[in-house]
């Protein structure tokens, strides 16, 4: 079976300020996809980052960045310079075939 | 707006009804995806279609869920003589599947259904 968990129910962080949200998957396919999404309040999901199993280096988008461990299965999300726009339920997600399996959230808020 | 759109955004239903919901995806995306959530989880896989043929379903889809997409196009889902365990939020997502190495969705507002 495939699972994700994240383990930060909440996290809060001071605008401006830096924060990592942590990921680990399990998964028995050598090539896979981890993804992290962001659910805004009454908002639908978007994409936040992608990254590549068969890739070492790590994703980066602008202010969001990954550390990828696939030895460790973990896919932490750093947030840098955090803004208010940042509040939101993160999701992270793997796609070892053809479903995503789904981590039950990291609920961010972001504090002016 | 070229997003993924679903209708209803919101359904509220008595326990024993019918309801059904729409998605329209992205309109060259090949791949559609049904989604439920509930309330502090994140989404669980119901099911996906690759143009109209329905490929995967998930254990979750009981045989009062049924999804359609005739023409490959929009897709629907309906679920028969709802159960108040059915209330959650139902997302369709939507992907340009070319081959495996790239699959992003791209999500719906969904679609809230309450079951009283």
């Known amino acids: 079976a495939q699972t994700v968990t994240q383990s930060q129910p909440e996290m809060s962080v001071q605008e401006a300020e830096t924060v990592t949200l942590s990921c680990t998957y399990d998964?028995?396919?050598?090539?896979?996809?981890l993804f992290w999404y962001k659910q805004p309040p009454s908002r639908q999901m978007i994409l936040v980052i992608r990254?590549?199993?068969?890739?070492?280096q790590n994703a980066t988008e602008n202010r969001f960045s990954v550390n990828f461990q696939k030895a460790a299965k973990s896919f932490s999300l750093k947030i840098s310079d955090s803004q208010l726009g940042d509040t939101a339920m993160y999701f992270c997600?793997?796609?070892?075939?053809?479903?995503?399996?789904f981590g039950t959230g990291t609920s961010l808020t972001v504090i002016p | 707006d070229t997003g993924v759109s679903q209708d209803p955004r919101h359904k509220i239903t008595k326990r024993g009804q019918n309801v059904t919901f729409r998605c329209d995806p992205i309109?060259?995306?090949?791949?559609l995806y049904w989604y439920r959530q509930t309330l502090g989880q994140g989404p669980e896989f119901l099911t996906y279609?690759?143009?109209?043929?329905?490929?995967?379903k998930s254990r979750l889809l009981s045989d009062r869920f049924s999804a359609e997409r005739p023409k490959g196009s929009f897709s629907t889902l309906e679920i028969q003589r709802t159960e108040q365990g059915d209330s959650a939020m139902y997302l369709c997502?939507?992907?340009?599947?070319?081959?495996?190495?790239?699959?992003?969705?791209?999500f719906g507002p969904g679609t809230r259904l309450t079951v009283l």
């Open positions: 997600a793997s796609t070892p075939g053809n479903q995503f399996y």
């Open positions: 279609f690759q143009n109209e043929a329905q490929l995967e």
């Open positions: 997502a939507s992907s340009l599947f070319l081959d495996r190495d790239y699959n992003e969705q791209f």
């Open positions: 990254q590549e199993a068969y890739k070492q």
């Open positions: 309109s060259e995306h090949n791949r």
């Open positions: 998964t028995s396919e050598s090539n896979y996809y």
